[in-house]
């Protein structure tokens, strides 16, 4: 079965800094999608990355990206330089492709608190 | 108006009561989902549609009734819900069909409050 796990329930950064939010994911499928999404106070889940099983470098997104550890089966978010706007719920997410593609399942979030 | 639209964003129910969740999308796509979300879990898959066909139903109770009349829209028809069904619920939309590499697109979800 597939499942994702974040670890870390709740996260204090100062403004600035860098943060890394932890996911691990575990799968037997060899092809599989990796996201992170973020969910403000609003409720809205937004879109930040994307990983691919198969993608050899490290997914880039402005100041996010992901670090993808294929062997370890993590796929850790990196924040660069952490702003206020950037405090919100963040969720790690897979999608395998023995799946049909349809079923994208999502870790249980972090939230990330920035401070000035 | 662009991306993906919900309606409304708060609901209050009774247990006898009939409502119905409207989602649109304005992305072109060709999956759509119904997602819920309660406080301390992880959100849970509950239907999906592709090219209005569903083929995801997540062992839902049958008290929650989707419907995907094309492409653009989605429901998510209610009836004698229970207290334990109050989440919030969010409707997403992905570009391609069964494609592990599509991001979710979603709305800012319904909070619903079943009383």
């Known amino acids: 079965a597939q499942k994702i796990t974040q670890t870390q329930p709740g996260m204090f950064v100062q403004e600035k800094e860098a943060v890394t939010l932890d996911c691990t994911y575990d799968?037997?499928?060899?092809?599989?999608?990796l996201f992170w999404y973020k969910q403000p106070s609003s409720g809205e889940m937004i879109f930040l990355i994307y990983q691919g099983s198969y993608d050899q470098q490290n997914a880039t997104e402005g100041r996010y990206s992901l670090n993808f550890q294929k062997a370890r089966k993590s796929a850790n978010l990196v924040i660069s330089a952490s702003q206020l706007g950037d405090s919100a719920m963040y969720f790690c997410a897979m999608t395998g492709g023995n799946t049909g593609g349809f079923k994208t399942i999502f870790g249980a979030g972090t939230r990330l608190f920035v401070k000035a | 108006e662009t991306g993906v639209t919900q309606t409304p964003r708060h609901l209050v129910m009774g247990m006898t009561n009939k409502k119905s969740l409207k989602c649109e999308q304005h992305l072109g796509h060709n999956a759509m989902y119904w997602y819920k979300q309660s406080a301390k879990k992880p959100l849970e898959l509950m239907f999906v549609y592709s090219l209005e066909e569903r083929v995801e139903n997540n062992s839902v109770p049958s008290r929650f009734s989707p419907e995907c009349p094309n492409s653009s829209h989605l429901f998510l028809h209610l009836h004698t819900l229970q207290p334990e069904d109050s989440a919030l619920y969010l409707c997403?939309?992905?570009?391609?069909?069964?494609?592990?590499?599509?991001?979710?697109?979603f709305g800012n979800g319904t909070r619903l409050t079943v009383t």
């Open positions: 997403a939309s992905s570009a391609a069909s069964g494609q592990y590499n599509s991001p979710l697109h």
């Open positions: 799968t037997s499928d060899p092809s599989y999608g």
